[in-house]
């Protein structure tokens, strides 16, 4: 007897594959005769789905401590995929404000894994193709090359998804296509808030985007950096984990976050510093954040690393003594001979900063 034939029974409809059901509890053999089955046959067939059948379990196979660190111990560590913030298949949030460099530092990022071997994709919501190109050509319009194997893609939102699916899961499946047409490896996702339909500091709306997000990193053992924005704060203290958007329930959701600050005076000047690792070490924090300065090289806007200094350098207040102390001493490095760029190293302030002060 063959089940698959015109006058086949559904058995999911009769919940004959249900996996709690009883093989003696099988449909009464007078309602199956309409079909020409008989019951031995629903019997066979029901046996063989149920072989077939694997119940889900939410946790993994019940062992020592011991055990598992020996098995953790066999595996290769995760590689740092950009020092020390981005870590191979871990789920990483870069927040700062609006205007502060999160799409160079992010494009950076992204050029310099996939200079090294890796295929990654920049999903920008953000910039159109023609505004991402002003950014990276010289002033002769030569453009910059960045690696091949680093690939981007624009986004526009639908008004609406197709009927049968919601607009995550629809968003989901045409990413998770593109990802698959390069053997992607890595995605930075500019923004978070872009993709929600309507606030990401509420986590009725964030919540199912970033589960999502997690589901694909694990489905195609992905390394994501996603952007997001940061709350409206006073600009003259610490920047804090709190400071996320929507920071409790983001943070539960991610491996790592890591802001990018700036200087209160120089205008060129940032600092990057992590809020939260999990199993990266925690390198830039208060007292030693990175300091960099938003610069252009042959076409390549970027942040160029300038050394490492407290946080409270950068948050301080201004006097206007302290902008004209530091005139003067430009000023006076410069007669000394010193060229901008050691005097930029040894003012910790940006070269556009010594130019500027040169001219006045």
Excluded: W
């Excluded at 499946?173 to 390069?182: A, G, N, P, T």
């Excluded at 510093?273 to 042959?298: G, P």
């Amino acid at each position: 007897m063959n089940l698959d034939d015109k006058h086949s029974l559904n058995l999911n409809e009769h919940n004959i594959i249900n996996k709690d059901t009883n093989l003696n509890n099988i449909i009464p053999e007078f309602e199956l005769k309409k079909y020409g089955i008989g019951v031995e046959d629903v019997k066979t067939e029901k046996e063989q789905l149920l072989k077939q059948f694997k119940p889900i379990n939410l946790f993994s196979e019940l062992q020592t401590v011991n055990k598992a660190l020996q098995d953790a111990n066999q595996m290769p560590d995760p590689e740092y995929l950009f020092p020390v913030l981005v870590i191979e298949n871990e789920f990483t949030i870069l927040f700062a404000d609006t205007g502060i460099g999160k799409t160079i530092f992010a494009t950076q990022i992204g050029n310099h894994i996939a200079s090294n071997g890796r295929n990654v994709l920049l999903l920008d919501l953000e910039l159109s193709k023609k505004q991402f190109e002003k950014r990276y050509k010289d002033a002769s319009g030569s453009l910059y090359n960045f690696s091949n194997n680093f690939y981007r893609i624009d986004f526009e939102r639908l008004t609406e998804a197709p009927k049968e699916i919601s607009y995550l899961d629809f968003f989901i499946q045409s990413l998770s296509k593109r990802i698959d047409e390069s053997g992607i490896e890595v995605v930075i996702l500019d923004n978070l808030t872009k993709l929600s339909a309507g606030s990401t500091d509420n986590a009725k709306d964030t919540i199912p985007i970033l589960e999502a997000l997690n589901k694909l990193k694990f489905e195609k053992q992905l390394t994501i950096l996603a952007l997001e924005h940061n709350k409206k704060v006073s600009a003259n203290r610490p920047i804090e984990l709190n400071d996320l958007q929507g920071s409790k329930m983001k943070s539960n959701l991610c491996d790592s976050v890591f802001t990018i600050g700036r200087h209160s005076i120089d205008k060129h000047l940032r600092y990057v510093k992590q809020v939260k690792v999990r199993s990266a070490e925690l390198v830039y924090d208060t007292d030693n954040v990175l300091k960099c300065e938003i610069t252009i090289n042959n076409g390549y806007l970027h942040f160029e690393t300038i050394g490492y200094g407290s946080e409270y350098e950068f948050i301080k207040e201004a006097s206007k003594d302290d902008r004209e102390n530091i005139i003067e001493k430009v000023k006076e490095l410069n007669q000394q001979g010193k060229s901008q760029r050691v005097i930029s190293n040894e003012m910790g302030i940006s070269l556009g900063a010594v130019n500027k002060y040169l001219k006045l």
